[in-house]
């Protein structure tokens, strides 16, 4: 059975100048990425037998983008190229004041439509996981999206949800970006959150809160993560703080994506009836897994070059 991937494929042009602004700054590096990207190339860097969705340019910026995820064996199968769209761009450049400088060039990648996403096989897929980041900006991809939950829920896939929250993508549609949220987090079976989005989507000032919202008007399995102090868990009504790994790091990007795909990963091949059965330990076992790939991300400078040393040995 197979994994899919859904969601943005783009390319981050970092400004490499420290503390310019892009107006300022004159040397960038090119990196792809795109939350549901990464952690498709997450997955299939472990082994697993993944899909990715999306649409890009046809330019060769898109053409990277599918050669990448062919490197690290991902099915390209569904990456359209787009003939009258060039491929999403995001450009950023950390200032001085430790504020970010951002541009999104938005292309390609919100024009992927209902049709060609409802054009997918999912008789041998297991798992639809879902990263937001661009999918609730207005566009085709955003119609796409809730259609294949839809989909999803009719043929009873199990059903993972980031929401990958960007203030610069949404700053003056916060609550559009809370509302859309909810529609995925009261449908789908697992979902991982960063603390600052526990608090933003449950209208709360402490994790303790949010969790505790979480647990009420939610039946999902889900982690908020919390950096170096480890990952809260919410399972069955109650939550546990499960232990960081230690280690010095080197970059974080890409830490919650490989967290994600690690525990996608060890949860493919399971029915949705299995999986709703597995038990706290099996669970904690799962979780601490996924650490240890987010872990292992951190000790390398950029996403995909840290998914280049991810491999399932890791979890030992």
């Given at each position: 059975m197979k994994i899919l991937c859904i969601g943005e494929a783009l390319i981050d042009m970092i400004c490499t100048d420290k503390g310019k602004s892009l107006s300022d700054g004159n040397n960038f590096l090119k990196k792809p990425g795109g939350a549901p990207t990464n952690v498709a190339a997450a997955i299939a860097a472990l082994g697993g037998e993944v899909e990715l969705a999306a649409k890009v340019g046809n330019d060769p910026f898109g053409k990277q983008l599918i050669k990448v995820m062919q490197e690290f064996g991902?099915?390209?199968k569904w990456m359209i190229q787009d003939d009258t769209h060039?491929?999403?761009?995001?450009?950023?450049s950390l200032m001085e004041d430790g504020e970010r400088d951002f541009v999104f060039n938005r292309g390609a990648d919100g024009e992927l439509t209902h049709d060609e996403v409802d054009a997918i096989h999912l008789d041998d897929v297991s798992i639809i996981h879902f990263g937001s980041a661009t999918g609730f900006l207005p566009g085709p991809l955003q119609a796409a999206y809730l259609g294949l939950l839809h989909k999803a829920l009719q043929k009873n896939i199990f059903i993972s949800f980031d929401p990958n929250y960007r203030h610069l993508l949404f700053r003056n549609n916060v609550q559009s970006f809370i509302d859309q949220s909810w529609k995925f987090l009261t449908a789908c079976h697992f979902f991982k959150l960063s603390d600052e989005e526990a608090m933003l989507l449950t209208g709360t000032n402490a994790v303790a809160d949010a969790a505790a919202v979480l647990l009420e008007k939610t039946s999902a399995v889900f982690t908020i993560t919390l950096g170096k102090e480890g990952t809260l868990f919410g399972f069955q009504g109650?939550?546990?703080?499960?232990p960081s790994i230690a280690i010095k790091p080197v970059d974080t990007t890409g830490a919650g994506d490989a967290f994600v795909g690690a525990v996608?990963?060890?949860?493919?091949?399971?029915s949705l009836d299995s999986i709703q059965h597995l038990t706290l330990a099996e669970w904690t076992g799962i979780i601490t897994n996924g650490n240890k790939a987010g872990a292992r991300t951190c000790e390398y400078m950029g996403a995909m070059e840290a998914f280049k040393h991810l491999n399932s040995q890791i979890f030992g």
């Open positions: 991902v099915s390209t060039f491929t999403t761009f995001a450009f950023v109650t939550t546990t703080i499960i996608l990963y060890q949860l493919n091949n399971q």
